[in-house]
């Protein structure tokens, strides 16, 4: 046993370690104590279910408020954070306390888990997420919590409330106990407002805010600092796709969803909806009701999804940049990437371009067999494949009704999601080919 584990390379290892993850979840949350009284359900379910919060995706084929008992939200709570920042940021918790020396090993755990480059630092890295994460979610619940005083009958439901919106947006994971996501809110600005904020907390990367948090210490301290490329391009690209987001669903509903909308009410709708597809998966409408145009535009921005290294999936904010920037670079005739008065490097350049391809070829495989095997338009199945490959959560409504096979390829999506495209990818190799031998070089018509 232990000479195969060391044969498995890091993502092999990471992966097995997220499947591990998916099969306690389902032990978790079949324990009679999770459920309501007189609740039951399917394996595949189960493992749906177990699948979506692990990956803090959100789709759910049952109601989660008349599924789970308290004890079951709590669980489902502690499976949303285990998911959410990642399993080897909790593992490497653990180790600590445990007193365990974090090896070459497990670092190289770590850096696959959150899309590092290099191995320097990391336990530092873990600690400083588990704090800023954990930190976040509590005065998020405070001021929920405080705020749902006027919305609850007692304390204990609002401060229930409080609390698992608030990891539910910071984990980005788009769950709700409140049956209904936060339609209730719709006229409720201060909770929408709250949830952007921890939504955007969470889906930004984690890098980007330990940097910031370094930033105001510095400032303070009257110390010199400067970002790094990843958290100026990741920011930039992060809040560009939500102004985008905002703006085209504003003009594609303009004469359909918000024909009698007020300014404001047509602002927060379009504002909320364009935040909440970099993760979040919380909605306060029916998306059901907007345009196909607008519909498309979500469909675009789940399938970029949130920053690398954060709760979130997608092909990563990064990854499209890159691309959008090849793209205008070769157009240019430049041979090289530069942005932010830097190069980008070579490896990370054709990386964006293997993830941004194989996610396409991946959620186009998947709309095919769904097609096949579902009795539902090819808007409405689109929409879900996003949705999953992305880890948002959003959807059509069509999720519980979604065949076993149906129910298959999206739980597969999801996973995929959560993992990564690079992660999926090495799952195939254990390490890299040293090339020890070239052939003579020779163009190609291409174009």
Known sequence: MMIKKNRLSPAQLMVSFYVLAVIVSMILLSLPIALKPGVSWNFLDVLFTAVSAISVTGLSVVSTIDTFSTPGIFILMFILQFGGIGIMTLGTFVWILLGKKIGLRERKLIMTDQNQSHLSGLVKLMRQILVIIVLIELVGAAVLGTYFLTYFPTWQEAYLQGLFASVSATTNAGFDITGNSLVPFAQDYFVQFIN????????IGFPVLIEL?????????????HFSLYTKLTTVTFFSLMIFGTIAILLFEATHFFANKSWHESFFYAFFQSSTTRNGGLATMDVSEFSAGTLMILCFLMFIGASPSSVGGGIRTTTFAVVVLLLVSFAKGQKSIKVFRREIDED??????????????????????????????ILEIM?????????TGLTMGITPELSSIGKIVITALMFIGR?????????????????NYHYPKEKIIVG
């Open 196 to 203: 952007i904020i921890l939504l955007t907390l969470g889906a």
């Open 213 to 225: 948090r370094d930033y105001v210490r510095n400032k303070k301290a009257k110390i010199g600092t």
């Open 348 to 377: 990370d350049i054709r990386k964006s371009v293997v993830v941004s391809f194989l996610a396409f070829m991946i959620c186009f495989i998947a709309t095919i067999i769904l097609l096949e095997t579902e009795p539902f338009s």
């Open 383 to 391: 929409f879900e494949v996003s949705s999953a490959f992305g880890t």
């Open 419 to 435: 993992i990564g495209i690079l992660s999926f990818i090495f799952l195939f190799h254990s390490g890299k080919q040293e090339e």
